[in-house]
Antibody
C-alpha cells in the first residue's frame, strides 16, 4: 500500500520560503508511471494544483505560482520536496502531496494526510 | 486554463435519497475527469476516474458519467457516511484544475 507523508514547518514568516517534503513508502518515486505532485487548499476553500515532478526531473508548475515555486526529487530518500518563495498570508493553506497516475483519466490516486502551513509574523 | 464548474455548490438531502452533482468543463476534456470525496480535516479520496470508472473499494451506489464538457456524479441511495464535499478535477490540460466543490449536507 502506497503511503505519502508531508513534513515541514507549520509556521512561516511573510517574505520567507516555505519548504515541505513528502516521503513515499510502499512505492518508488523512480517509477515511470507516476508524477509526484503538490496540491494546496486554503482554509475553507477549494483545491489548487501547484505542480509536479517526474522521475526524470521534468517539472511543470501552475502558471499562477511558477515564478515562486520549485519542486525537486531525492531518489535516495524516496522523497520529493516543495519550495515556495516570498510567501504571503495568501499562501496559508493545507499542503498535500499526491501521486498522479498517468493512465486513463490521470487521477490523483494516493494523497498524503496534508499539513497546515500558516504564513504569519 | 480549463475552468471546471460544479453545480450545485451545496445540496441538502436525506439518507436514502438519490443525488446528482454536475461538473462542466470550459472546453472538451474527453474523459480526463475524476471525482473525489473529502471529509472535514481529511485529504480528498478518489472515487471515480476517467469519468465513469469506480475505484476499488468504493461502494457501487456511486457512479459517474459524461464525456467532452458535461459530467455527472450520482449517488443512488445516500448513506450517512456520504455527507461530505465532492470535487471534480480535469487532467486534460495543464494547469490541472478542480471544480469549486459541492457540499452535501444532511436535510
Amino acid at each position: 500500500q502506497v503511503q505519502l507523508q508531508e513534513s515541514g514547518p507549520g509556521l512561516v514568516k511573510p517574505s520567507e520560503t516555505l519548504s515541505l517534503s513528502c516521503t513515499v513508502s510502499g512505492g518508488s518515486v523512480s517509477s515511470g508511471s507516476y508524477y509526484w505532485t503538490w496540491i494546496r487548499q486554503p482554509p475553507g476553500k477549494g483545491l489548487e494544483w501547484i505542480g509536479y515532478i517526474y522521475y526524470s526531473g521534468t517539472t511543470n508548475y501552475n502558471p499562477s505560482l511558477q515564478s515562486r515555486v520549485t519542486i525537486s526529487l531525492d531518489t535516495s530518500k524516496n522523497q520529493f520536496s516543495l519550495r515556495l518563495r516570498s510567501v504571503t498570508a495568501a499562501d496559508t493553506a493545507v499542503y498535500y502531496c499526491a501521486r498522479w497516475y498517468y493512465v486513463s483519466g490521470r487521477p490523483f490516486d494516493y494523497w498524503g494526510q496534508g499539513t497546515l502551513v500558516t504564513v504569519s509574523s | 486554463d480549463i475552468q471546471m464548474t460544479q453545480s450545485p455548490s451545496s445540496l441538502s438531502a436525506s439518507v436514502g435519497d438519490r443525488v446528482t452533482i454536475t461538473c462542466r468543463a470550459s472546453q472538451s476534456i474527453s474523459t480526463y475527469l475524476n471525482w473525489y470525496q473529502q471529509n472535514p480535516g481529511k485529504a480528498p479520496n478518489l472515487l471515480i476516474c476517467a469519468a465513469s470508472s469506480l475505484q476499488s473499494g468504493v461502494p457501487s451506489r456511486f457512479s459517474g458519467s459524461g464525456s467532452g464538457t458535461d459530467f455527472t456524479l450520482t449517488i443512488s441511495s445516500l448513506q450517512p457516511e456520504d455527507f461530505a464535499t465532492y470535487y471534480c478535477q480535469q487532467s486534460y490540460g495543464i494547469p490541472i484544475t478542480f471544480g469549486q466543490g459541492t457540499r452535501l449536507e444532511i436535510k
